[in-house]
């Protein structure tokens, strides 16, 4: 039986793919020891703590992973790397992150071997020679696509960026009981793991996800100038979204 008492299921519908995965006993009472634990003062809010399982797991190809949520108030939406509020790729919020995965995505559609600086990436927006959905879009156009959006922590306490990363250890038995349902459920799933995310390969690789499924890099908040993407170094070099052009298109056009 599902539980239906955790306040991170009010105002969601659940899919149906993710029934059996909140029915399993271990499952329900480390929701029960997170919910215990983090109190109140979390972001993001309730109703989206639990977002990606509204999405039809079957139908995912890739899952981007981030770490935790932003702990800025209001900030997080219960998708990895998007910013409520941002509006346009020329926003103050558009942080170095943001700025890169464009970056990167018009380098691939552009065909350079050498990625553009974020100035002549908003120039070509701006003329309309590269039509990437505006960010307040982009991550709804790219989630109906099959992309899903997934952080490690689903919570985070409010404030300042000291309190980054304050639920990783409460979130964590959660989030590889999570993990490892994907990887069997969907064995097609190709996973982007920037940064930190690298160390949950070997998991993926246990549960026979293949190799060449799983995309390592440095994490997007830099550019990783040194060295290229074979030895697991350069953002800007990951294959991630040029292997992945053909199954979801990262433009309009």
């Known amino acids: 039986m599902i539980l239906t008492t ?6 969601i519908k659940l899919h149906p793919s993710w029934e059996a995965f909140f029915s399993e006993p271990n499952v329900q009472e480390e929701l029960v020891k997170i919910e215990s634990l983090i109190g109140q003062n979390y972001t993001p809010q309730t109703e989206r703590v639990l ?48 700025k890169n995965v ?31 959905p505006t960010p307040d879009k982009a991550f709804s156009y790219w989630e109906e696509q099959g992309v899903l959006f997934l952080n490690t922590a689903f919570t985070c306490e409010v404030g300042g960026f000291a309190q980054a990363g304050s639920h990783l250890k409460i979130w964590k038995p959660f989030f590889l009981l999570l993990l490892k349902y994907m990887a069997v459920n969907n064995p097609n799933i190709r996973y982007f793991l920037w940064g930190d995310a690298r160390k949950y390969a070997k998991n993926l690789q246990k549960w026979d996800v293949d190799e060449q ?15 290229g993407y074979r030895n697991g170094s350069n953002f800007l070099e990951c294959p991630c979204f040029e292997e992945t052009k053909e199954t979801v298109r990262w433009i309009l056009n």
């Open 6 to 11: 955790s306040q991170f299921f009010k105002h």
């Open 51 to 98: 977002r990606f399982a509204t999405v039809d797991l079957q139908t995912v190809t890739c899952v981007i992973l981030g770490k935790d949520p932003y702990p800025q108030p209001g900030v997080a939406t219960g998708r990895s790397f998007e910013v409520s509020g941002v509006t346009s790729w020329f926003d103050k919020g558009v942080n170095s992150s943001l």
């Open 102 to 132: 464009i970056k990167l995505i018009h380098k691939v559609y552009t065909g350079r071997e050498v990625g553009a600086g974020i100035g002549d990436v908003r120039q070509a927006i701006q003329e309309g020679s590269f039509a990437i």
């Open 213 to 227: 499924n799983l995309y390592m890099s440095k994490h997007p908040c830099t550019n990783g100038d040194n060295g």
